[in-house]
């Protein structure tokens, strides 16, 4: 992430760009509306009048001159009234109302004030770095606990799945180790949750994690009390680790770190580089362009996550453009954000009908800013997320995880890399579905698969293959290696128990590995990892078997 103060300094710099401009600005004002005076219907000066003072209305109050702004809007309304609407010139009244605002926002550009009381710095805290990817090699897990009947289970099964959890027994040190390290979520076992409850109490923590209930009971009474304690998330004990992990998943996005990719268009250049200075400096890719007929070249070279149009542009106003990807199959679900000076919520409406997300009105805070693309961008890419997995776990299905398995031996013969490829199957799955019921088989589907999620690379590729049978990928690993992790994988998930019926019982794995280079194409090593996974069956199954070489 760029240094703060050289943010700062970048947003001083396109501040004072802008200003420099305000001179020229109001010359043309100048010019154009004495064009407006002689020929009230010069629609030509109209258009060149309402451009100039739209763009000052959203710039103004961006640039700390917000007095700009607020004059610049008197003058707008009416222009957009005539040429949006009637399509037609001033009337001799409107002219008239005009002259006292647009003498006066000449005046405030020839002279711009020094005293820009609103000039953008924005605070490193608008801004918190994103959160940790679901495929995390280790979540920390602080659990604060008034009793250890049933964590020291809870705490060995969370482990099992590659988790990190540390434990308190008094606030004191729960604070300390928070301030010092930020832990992925904070589990909270109270004796009661009545009303001698008085919940963590962690008003000394500079910045909260998300926090969990560990309860008794699930009523009415004990969920008001952990929400007014400020709880994220509600378990019911006994608490299985995967649900502890599935709803910290629910805390954070859903897809890699990668920094989302937003693509600007604003044919006012101060404006732009505002907004992507700002968004910069929160981490996320922004390309800027200010010619709106330039976005197809720009679609398919940059592929964004996020569209920042500005909604007025001569060239092609931003409805317009919104229609254009829209039209475009690969950009349907693609988020499409507004920006403008338009205040009237009917208009904004009828500006979003054409598909967009949402109406930002200039100016905008960064943290507001910020806060729009980034909501918009983690759904969006949550939705691309759940339509490339399995419902169930949480994987990739079948169709992704071959497409991901092709890629990946394409890459690995380009470059000459080992590539390992492993089948996996829960063994005995039938006899765990007849005699515990479908939906505890669905418990140990998913158990398994948080198991693979977090103790394999965020690298790795990991999929549902079918039923039981999964389909591991890791690139750029011998497969010694791959038995080495593997086998970590299967210990792990033998030592992880399950209940039903108010029975223990646990699952074993059987594995097949195969490798390039002694496989030539992704069929083969399919094929070789499933032989090698038959032959661990029939060797007795909870064991791991290497492919023989063709």
Same mark, same amino acid.
């Given at each position: ?67 700009? &702004?607020? #004059? ?14 009637? *399509? +037609?010139? %001033? =009337? !001799? ?109 962690? &008003?000394? #923590? ?14 009415? *009474? +004990?969920? %008001? =009390? !952990? ?204 006899r765990i579905n007849d005699n515990y019921g479908h939906s505890t088989g ?109």
């Amino acid at each position: 992430m760029v240094d703060d103060i050289s943010i700062i300094e970048q947003l001083k710099a396109v501040s004072q760009a802008f200003k420099m401009q305000l001179p020229e600005k109001g010359v043309e004002i100048t010019r154009q509306w004495s064009a407006i005076k002689k020929d009230s219907h010069d629609l030509v000066a109209l258009e060149a009048l309402y451009r100039l003072t739209h763009n000052l209305a959203g710039a103004g109050g961006t640039f700390g001159f917000s007095r700009i &702004t607020d #004059v610049a809007r008197e003058v707008t309304d009416p222009l957009r009234v005539a040429l949006k609407e009637r *399509k +037609t010139g %001033l =009337t !001799a009244t409107e002219r008239t109302t005009l002259e006292g605002p647009v003498k006066l926002l000449i005046e405030l550009c020839m002279n711009p004030s020094d005293d820009a009381k609103e000039e953008i710095a924005p605070a490193p805290t608008y801004f918190p770095e994103l959160p940790s990817s679901l495929h995390a090699p280790s979540k920390l897990i602080y659990l604060y606990s008034e009793s250890d009947n049933g964590m020291d289970t809870l705490i060995e099964n969370l482990q099992n799945l590659g988790a990190h959890v540390c434990q308190f027994d008094t606030r004191q040190t729960l604070v300390k180790a928070v301030n010092e390290q930020m832990p992925s979520v904070i589990l909270f076992n109270p004796i009661s949750a009545g009303n001698d409850f008085h919940g963590l109490d962690l &008003t000394s #923590v500079i910045q909260l994690p998300p926090m969990v209930m560990l309860a008794d009971t699930a009523d009415f *009474k +004990t969920r %008001l =009390t !952990a929400v007014r304690e400020g709880m994220e998330g509600f378990l019911v004990k006994p608490v299985e680790a995967s649900s502890v992990l599935n709803l910290v998943d629910s805390f954070r996005p859903q897809e890699e770190t990668a920094p989302f990719r937003v693509l600007i268009v604003d044919d006012d250049q101060n404006q732009a580089e505002y907004a992507s200075i700002v968004l910069n400096q929160a981490g996320i890719t922004t390309r800027t362009i200010y010619d709106p007929t330039e976005i197809l070249d720009q679609l398919a070279e940059f592929n964004p996550e996020l569209l920042l149009f500005d909604i007025y542009m001569p060239q092609c106003s931003g409805i317009e453009l919104a229609k254009i990807v829209r039209q475009m199959d690969n950009y349907v679900s693609v988020p499409i954000l507004f920006l403008s000076v338009e205040t009237e919520r009917g208009r904004q409406l009828e500006a979003l009908q054409t598909g967009a997300d949402d109406f930002l009105t200039k100016p905008i805070r960064p943290k507001e800013l910020v806060s729009a693309v980034k909501v918009r961008a983690w759904r969006a890419r949550t939705l691309r997320w759940m339509m490339v997995r399995d419902s169930l776990t949480g994987l990739f299905n079948h169709a992704v995880i071959m497409e991901r398995l092709s890629n990946s031996f394409t890459l690995a013969k380009r470059q000459e890399s080992p590539l390992s490829v492993a089948m996996i199957d829960i063994d005995h799955f039938k006899r765990i579905n007849d005699n515990y019921g479908h939906s505890t088989g669905d418990k140990v589907l998913v158990s398994f698969s948080r198991l693979l999620r977090e103790r394999l690379r965020g690298s790795d590729i990991v999929g549902r293959y079918g039923g039981e049978e999964f389909l591991v990928v890791l690139p750029d690993t011998t497969i010694g290696d791959a038995q080495l992790v593997l086998d970590e994988v299967r210990v792990a998930f033998a030592k992880t128990p399950f209940t039903a019926n108010n029975k223990i019982f646990s699952a074993t794995l059987s594995v097949g590995i195969a490798d390039y280079p002694h496989a030539n194409s992704a069929t083969e090593l399919l094929d070789t990892a499933d032989m090698a996974l038959y032959q661990a069956k029939e060797q007795g199954r909870d064991r791991t078997m290497l492919a023989t070489p063709p």
